[in-house]
Structure formats: structure tokens, C-alpha cells
């Protein structure tokens, strides 16, 4: 092969030298052994079962001899994946119909299908046993293609595969995970779950787990949530209670021995030498379920989506209309959907009522003009200026807290709260605003209400033992009340919550649904019926107290507003502000120090990260630039999206610096107002770091700090001065603790400003409205002509192909309702007889115009009577099996006879 003349230049890398700088790396990375990789052999001279190879010896003949850049072989030799390798600067489609017909070479000799890499050294594409071709993060190792190939060979139809019933029966459960069977089976790779809270997404996707395990389609899977108590329900509730073997979770170390795992996205995005899941190969799982994962802070860039190959499972439960963007750009549209209405429709979950209450120093906040001496002598004792004293609402808890407003509060509450029926108040979460508020709405309790006060208790994380107070108040009677901050919020199963009382605003669409669920269970669920109202749940309450304006209620279910797209991180923000820049008015030495600034990030990307590996061409092309202005689309286009992956630094060292560039701006518009605001900002922040000079990298920096906060610095300020606060003050914040005055406790008078009533309203299914408009059967109920029991099974058998859960059966099972009165119901016909007694009695008609009968033969005629009556509908083959088999019925009719009675019944009209 000739060596290009200019070695340097990226676009000038030969064929050989992409493979010895670039793709044998990435081989080794995953593991690969150098005597398993051959190259340059030849598919047409060489015999693969008997394992002998032709290689290029520097003769071709020509019109015969072809040769393959890398065959991946099996320890015993035999073919397990084909590289089709070209140069750095061409694309590696091109390679597509080479391999091809490379991979067809072998196939005629094998039975098997060989999978295909093309790859340039910087993108990876993979065709594989079914054809189907997709960008990888880079090569599988030898142990995934040998498995991977095992599943192929075994691979059964998910569509014939038995479902396990003992892990989901319920029918719309059921149904989705026959659906997503049937998803999986046409070779889709993603699919998106969307699920409310409380209909049992855990155990759905079990379910698809264990049946895509049996068809032979999976075996490594992982499961990720982001939050701990998600990964500890799915691996205790789900993967041990199901799965006979030992699940690996992640939070304990890397563990590549199992087959089954769990990981917060925390714990597989961190690791002192480069990231958790990097240890994986990208072909390492063939199942990952992301549980809401896929919005993590953690992994805004969906790092591990991209970075692993494998069928992805989304699972979330936020409703459709507030689900985010990029949850739709990665899973697509929702394959399977069971939303909160549909749920309470069919009785799965129940339905809420909610209290929306404003208060005036929860809605207005505290004016000056209204203390009186007494309030104005307790802030100066806590030494506030009460002149200067004037919080929002909106700052209840962050600047003041008020105990008449949390005893208000608190009285509301007892008042009309659902209560069990020995006068205690049903299972309660209240959601408080911090740690701080929950200890203050304890004392309350205890003061107004000191009978109930064991019954309150504060759970929050920072509380030795919290998991203990947290198991008391699933399983045990007391407490009552929960006073949490956060540990609450999701990934906790109390079905007998009644009550919950939301102090807080909550702006996150996800974390209010979360929230919202743990109400939502419904009586079936509910282990302890003395703990509720009148041992009834039929729906819960929720008192949503409005904190400077703010009503979750109003804000996340009257608005029903689009869900929004995840912020940026922090580093991914300096960078896009540097570059913006860039395209203002800038002299020259500005533009050096924001160009200087933009080089350093770049050069500090880790160019074998797989994200940043596929941009390697524009990084060299950036780097070579003669001004980054001339490429700044390159620059937001293709650099911006793979900041993240550069490990950041302290979390207050990147906030800090993200406000202090923010002084770009203002020196450039000249704009005293905004400096001087930042300018008090900095200097309280620099004074509390300043209090730490017993460190050693505080006294040693500390005639910087005292520059930075004399007022002459700010005169005047500059870009150079701009980068001194970044470059000498930002790397010490790591220390800066917010300690500032403490919360001013104020017992200000409050009364209620409004008290709004709000009724959850369950849309109707307007499918199944189409169904019942131009069904027959429906219009002869309507008009009170009744129908027989063909034409009642036949509608039945309509509306279970629409949802599964509406059986005559499973609708008297669950609901505990007559289906014909369901029928009623649905389709708003008033009726006051009972069905069941209305068809008996037409039964009866039958037997009393029928004198002939014995005394055996009527009492064998009672029992059909109660059978039908229940089951709507029998055929001959019933009266063979249970609970007929024990009467010898053809000992008591002839076949005729018999034949006869079943017509007679299931000619019964009913309405």
C-alpha cells in the first residue's frame, strides 16, 4: 500500500495506517487476542470448516482472488464476524457491498450467517445475521459474538412464546406485553412503554424480560434507573422474585460474570479511570431498560443509549401530552400506553379529588407595612431590618418561615382529610418544602393535635435509619402521617395512602406524576382496609397549598402544556456561551482569551471516547483553523453535543464560572447595573471562602481573593479581569459553603385567600364510544329490547379485541359488578332491577311452563339457572365439566332434552 506524503494531516491517513492507529486498538480495547484476528484472507481459496486460511501473499490472480480486511474468529477458528476496513478520510458505507459479498463468500461454505463491521477508525456500522445495519459506538468482543450468534441460531418466535402469568395477569397488561412481543418479533430495536404510575410498569417489563429470555432473543440485560429506591423495587420486586439466578447490581462494583443487572445511571457514569460502563463492550447486553433514566441529569446526552447495542425498552408514566422531546427522538412514539384515565376507567387505579388553597402569606408574602411592634422587636432579635424586610411567597422557607401559616395549614388538613374510622387520619405524605419545614410542621403537630403526635413523623435522608420509620409506615398502622423531602416521591408502594398534601411547588412534569402515584393504588391493592375510610378507596385527596401563586394541580393538569426539553448541563452551557462570543464585536485580545478558552475545552476532549472519536475529522479541521469564528456551525453543530462527555469539574467551581462569564456580556453592553449585582454576589461569596484561611489552598490564594473584592477591581472591568475571577477565585468555591443568615422565623397572622374544589375528570375512551355508537347489539339494549346470549357474547368478544380487561368474566371479577350492569354503565342506560335477578326470574318462566319436570331433574335446572345467570351464556360441552360433571345430567334429560334446555337459555333475552 503507498504511504501518503503527508503524514500529519488526518485526511491523508492510509488504509494501513487507519487500521494500526485506529481499528486494532479499538479490537484490543474489547479484548480481542491478536491469533483470533487474521487479515488480508482470502474468502475464495480458503476452506473454513476445515479451518485453513489463504492469505495475500502479494500475487492476486486476477478476476478470482478477493480479500477480506479482518475475519473475527471463535477460539476454535471458526468464523464469528467479518471488519471491512477503509481509510480514514472515506466513509465506511462504501465498504457495504464488499463485505457483502465477502460475508456470502463464507456463508457458502458455513451454515451460518456472518455478521459485518464496517468502520473508517472513526464511525462503526454493523450489519447484522438479519441484515438489519445500525451505528455502533465501536467492535463487540469475542464473547458477544459468540452469544449473539448463539441467539440467532436459537432464536424462537416471541409471538408463540407462553406468557408468564405469575408475574402479570392482569388483561391491558397482558395485552402490551403481547403487543411488545409482537414489536420485538419484526426486529424492532426500541420501543417506548407508557405507563401510569400504579399499573404495574415493573412487572410489564419482567414480563418482557422473561419472555424475550425464553424465545432466545436476550440474555445479558440491565435495567437503569435514577434514582436508588427504582433499582432496589426492580431488583427485589422484580428480577430476584422472578429470575432463579443472582442479579448483579452495579452500585457494588463492575461485574461482568452475570446475566442479570441493576445500576443507577449515576453509578455507571462515574469511576476514577474513566467511566463505569466504558468496561463493558458496546455488544455487551442485548437488553436494556431504561425507567425513566433517558431524562437523567446524569446522561443528558443519552451516553449510554448510544454507547451500548442492544434492544432499549423505555418506561416511563408521564402522560403523552408532557412527555419530552427527546424521549420521542430515542424510543420513538409509544409502542404500548396505558394512561392514567384509562386506568381509573377500568378500576386499576382510582380517581383524585383535590383542594387548591391559597393563603395570604403563602400567596403575598410578608409587607412591612403590616408588622406590628411585636412582629418588628422579633426580627430585630433574629437581626433583621425590619424596613428592609419584605419576602415573597414564594420564598416561604428559603427566607422566612411562618408557624401560624404551618398550624393554618395543618388545621385545614385535619379538618378534611379522609380519616379511618377509629377518627385517625387515612395513610398521609406530606410533601414539605425542605428539611427544615418538616421539623417545624412536627413541632405544629404536636402542639395543635398532641394526641396524633406519635403519629407524625419527619422521613427524610439525612435521619439515621430513615429506611426503618419508612418500613413502619408501609406495613404498620403507625405512623400516619409521613413529613418527607424526597424519599417519598417515587419508587415507594403504600397503596393505603388517602391523603397528600403538596407544601411545595413542584415544577418537573415527571416528579409530579411520580408523586401524584402514590395515591393513585386502588382498594384491591390495599392490604390494610381498617386503615381507610370507611375500609373503602374509591379515590384520594390532595391538598395543594399554593406557594407564591404556584398550584401543581393548575400548573401540571388544568395547562396540560407540552413537556419541555432537558436543559443543558453546565459545561455544555459555558461552551455555547464562549461561542456566542465569538460572533460579537470583539477587539482583539478579547478574542484571543474566548478563543484561547474554546481551544483548551477542545483539546481536553478524550478523542477515544467513542462520541468524540466520530468527530475527530472536525476537531482536526477546528484545530487547524486559522480563527475559530470562521467555524462556529461546526463548533454548536458538532462539538457542543459532545462536551458532556469531558468529566466535569466541581459542581460549585462550574456554577461559579457560569455566572462570572456571564460578565463577558455586561462589559461588552457596558451595563454597571448587572456588574454591580454580580459584583455583591461574588463578594459575599468570596468573603464565606475567605473565613476558611486555615486551608492551604485558601491562605495561598488569599491576596487574590482580597483583589477580587475591592471595589477598584470591579471599576471598569475587563475581559483580563473577567478571566482572573475564573482562572484564580472559581477553583477555590469548591469550598464555599452558603451559610448567609439563617431562615427568620415570623409568626404572622394568615387566613385563606381561596379555596378552590377540583375534581379529577376521567376522560372518556372515545375508541371504545365509536364501538358501542354502531354496534347492534348496543342499540337493542338502548331501545329495551334485550339481546340473546349469542349476540351478548359476540359484543363481548368486540370489546375485549378493543380492551382485553372487558370479559364477562374478569369485569365480574375485578369489578364486582354484574356485566350486564356494566354494559348498562357504560352505555348510560338507568335501569333499577337487578340483571341477575331479571334473568333468573325469565329462567324460571321457562321452568314453571314446563310442568313435566321431576324433582331431580329441577334441582339440576336450579343449579344451570344460577351457572347461567352468572355466565350469560352455556354450550353443550359445559355441562360435561364442573359444576355439572358430579349430576350426571344425562342420566336426568336425554341429549335432545338437553340440547334443547341450552337453546332455551341462551335464547334468554337480556337487558
Excluded at 230 to 244: H, M, P, T, V, W
Excluded at 373 to 398: M, S
Excluded at 502 to 514: A, E, G, L, N, T
Excluded at 713 to 736: C, G, I, R, S
Aim: glycine share 4%.
Amino acid at each position: 500500500m503507498r504511504v501518503e506524503s503527508n503524514q500529519n494531516d488526518i485526511k491523508f491517513i492510509n488504509e494501513f495506517r487507519t487500521r494500526k492507529q485506529y481499528i486494532d486498538p479499538a479490537l484490543k480495547k474489547v479484548g480481542w487476542l491478536t491469533k483470533y484476528i487474521k487479515e488480508e484472507v482470502n474468502p475464495i481459496k480458503s476452506n473454513f470448516k476445515n479451518k485453513n486460511f489463504v492469505y495475500f501473499d502479494g500475487n492476486i490472480e486476477k478476476n478470482v482472488d478477493r480479500f477480506i480486511d479482518y475475519i473475527l474468529l471463535d477460539e476454535d477458528n471458526t468464523p464469528l464476524a467479518i471488519i471491512e476496513a477503509k481509510r480514514y478520510s472515506k466513509t465506511p458505507d462504501i465498504g457495504r457491498i464488499q463485505a457483502r459479498t465477502y460475508a456470502k463468500d463464507i456463508e457458502e461454505q458455513l451454515t451460518f450467517k456472518i455478521p459485518v463491521f464496517l468502520t473508517n477508525g472513526e464511525k462503526w456500522v454493523f450489519i447484522d445475521e438479519y441484515g438489519i445495519e445500525r451505528k455502533i459506538s465501536g467492535p463487540f468482543s469475542q464473547t458477544d459474538l459468540k452469544r449473539r450468534r448463539d441467539l440467532y441460531e436459537n432464536r424462537k418466535d416471541p409471538r408463540t412464546v407462553k406468557l408468564s402469568t405469575h408475574i402479570v395477569d392482569r388483561p391491558r397488561s397482558v395485552q402490551i406485553v403481547r403487543k411488545l412481543s409482537e414489536h420485538f418479533a419484526e426486529c424492532h430495536k426500541t420501543a417506548l412503554i407508557e405507563m401510569a404510575t400504579g399499573t404495574g410498569k415493573t412487572r410489564v417489563a419482567v414480563t418482557i424480560i422473561d419472555l424475550l429470555i425464553r424465545a432466545n432473543m436476550v440474555r445479558n440485560v440491565l435495567f437503569i434507573a435514577d434514582r436508588v429506591a427504582l433499582i432496589r423495587q426492580a431488583k427485589d420486586n422484580g428480577f430476584k422474585k422472578y429470575f432463579n439466578e443472582p442479579v448483579a447490581d452495579l452500585r457494588d462494583g463492575f461485574n461482568p460474570n452475570s446475566r442479570l443487572y441493576v445500576s443507577t445511571v449515576q453509578t455507571l457514569m462515574q469511576g476514577k479511570k474513566g467511566r463505569m460502563f466504558e468496561k463493558f463492550s458496546p455488544g455487551f447486553f442485548d437488553l436494556i431498560v431504561f425507567d425513566e433514566a433517558h431524562r437523567s441529569i446524569y446522561d443528558k446526552n443519552n451516553l449510554l443509549y448510544q454507547y451500548f447495542d442492544s434492544i432499549k425498552i423505555g418506561l416511563t408514566a408521564t402522560p403523552r401530552e408532557r412527555e419530552t422531546q427527546s424521549t420521542v427522538d430515542l424510543f420513538g412514539s409509544a409502542t404500548a400506553e396505558y394512561s392514567y384515565d384509562e386506568a381509573v376507567r377500568d378500576g386499576v387505579l382510582v380517581p383524585y379529588s383535590a383542594h387548591i388553597i391559597s393563603t395570604k402569606v403563602l400567596g403575598e408574602g410578608i409587607q412591612k407595612d403590616n408588622l406590628d411592634k411585636f412582629l418588628k422587636d422579633i426580627l430585630r432579635r433574629q437581626e433583621v431590618d425590619p424596613d428592609n424586610f419584605e419576602p415573597t411567597g414564594a420564598q416561604f422557607d428559603r427566607i422566612f418561615m411562618d408557624d401560624n401559616t404551618n398550624a393554618l395549614i395543618i388545621k385545614i388538613f385535619m379538618e378534611s382529610c379522609y380519616k379511618s374510622d377509629e377518627g385517625k387520619p387515612a395513610k398521609t405524605i406530606f410533601f414539605c418544602a425542605s428539611r427544615h419545614h418538616a421539623s417545624h410542621m412536627k413541632e405544629m403537630f404536636g402542639e395543635l393535635f398532641p394526641k396524633f403526635s406519635d403519629e407524625v413523623q419527619v422521613i427524610t435522608s439525612d435521619m439515621a435509619r430513615c429506611e426503618d420509620e419508612v418500613e413502619r409506615f408501609k406495613k404498620q398502622s403507625n405512623p400516619r402521617i409521613a413529613l418527607s423531602v424526597g424519599m417519598l416521591d417515587t419508587g415507594v408502594d403504600i397503596p393505603e395512602v388517602c391523603n397528600l398534601v403538596f407544601v411545595k411547588p413542584v415544577y418537573s412534569s415527571i416528579r409530579f406524576w411520580q408523586m401524584l402515584g402514590r395515591g393513585t393504588r386502588n382498594l384491591e391493592s390495599c392490604k390494610h382496609k381498617d386503615w381507610l375510610p370507611e375500609n373503602k378507596k374509591n379515590d384520594f385527596l390532595i391538598f395543594d397549598f399554593m406557594i407564591g401563586g404556584h398550584s401543581n394541580i393548575e400548573y401540571h393538569e388544568l395547562e396540560r402544556s407540552k413537556g419541555s426539553i432537558v436543559p443543558n448541563d453546565v459545561l455544555t452551557t459555558i461552551f455555547n456561551n464562549r461561542v456566542a462570543l465569538l460572533e460579537k464585536d470583539l477587539t482583539p485580545i478579547e478574542k484571543q482569551i474566548i478563543s484561547k478558552k474554546i481551544s483548551a475545552t477542545i483539546n481536553n476532549l478524550d478523542e477515544d471516547f467513542f462520541l468524540v472519536r466520530e468527530k475527530r475529522s472536525v476537531i482536526a479541521e477546528i484545530k487547524n483553523s486559522a480563527d475559530l469564528k470562521d467555524n462556529i456551525g461546526s463548533l454548536i453543530d458538532d462539538i457542543s453535543p459532545i462536551i458532556i462527555t469531558q468529566f466535569g469539574s466541581n459542581s460549585k467551581v462550574s456554577s461559579f464560572i457560569l455566572r462570572a462569564e456571564k460578565l463577558f456580556d455586561y462589559v461588552l453592553e457596558r451595563n454597571k447595573e448587572k456588574i454591580e449585582e454580580k459584583r455583591r454576589e461574588f463578594t459575599f461569596m468570596i468573603k464565606v471562602v475567605l473565613e476558611k484561611d486555615n486551608l492551604q489552598a485558601v491562605s495561598e490564594k488569599k491576596s487574590q481573593l482580597i483583589t477580587a473584592i475591592k471595589p477598584e477591581f470591579w471599576e471598569d472591568l475587563t475581559f483580563e479581569d473577567v478571566e482572573f475571577l475564573v482562572n484564580e477565585v472559581a477553583p477555590l468555591m469548591k469550598y464555599f459553603e452558603p451559610t448567609g443568615q439563617p431562615i427568620v422565623d415570623i409568626p404572622v397572622v394568615d387566613e385563606i385567600l381561596s379555596w378552590t374544589e377540583f375534581q379529577k375528570e376521567i376522560k372518556e375512551d372515545e375508541e371504545l364510544n365509536r364501538l358501542l355508537e354502531r354496534n347492534e347489539a348496543v342499540k337493542k339494549l338502548k331501545e329495551g329490547k334485550g339481546i340473546n346470549s349469542l349476540e351478548l357474547i359476540k359484543l363481548e368478544r368486540e370489546l375485549s379485541a378493543l380492551k382485553p380487561e372487558i370479559t364477562i368474566q374478569s369485569i365480574q371479577k375485578s369489578q364486582n359488578i354484574d356485566f350486564l350492569q356494566f354494559l348498562r354503565d357504560i352505555i348510560h342506560i338507568k335501569r333499577e332491577d337487578n340483571p341477575r335477578a331479571m334473568i333468573e326470574k325469565r329462567f324460571d318462566d321457562f321452568i314453571t311452563s314446563n310442568q313435566q319436570y321431576n324433582s331431580k331433574q329441577l334441582e339440576f335446572l336450579m343449579l344451570l339457572k344460577m351457572v347461567f345467570a352468572e355466565r350469560k351464556h352455556i354450550e353443550m360441552r359445559d355441562l360435561g365439566g364442573p359444576p355439572f360433571e358430579e349430576e350426571n345430567p344425562l342420566d336426568l334429560f336425554t341429549y335432545d332434552e338437553l340440547k334443547g334446555i341450552v337453546e332455551k337459555c341462551n335464547s334468554i333475552k337480556m337487558c
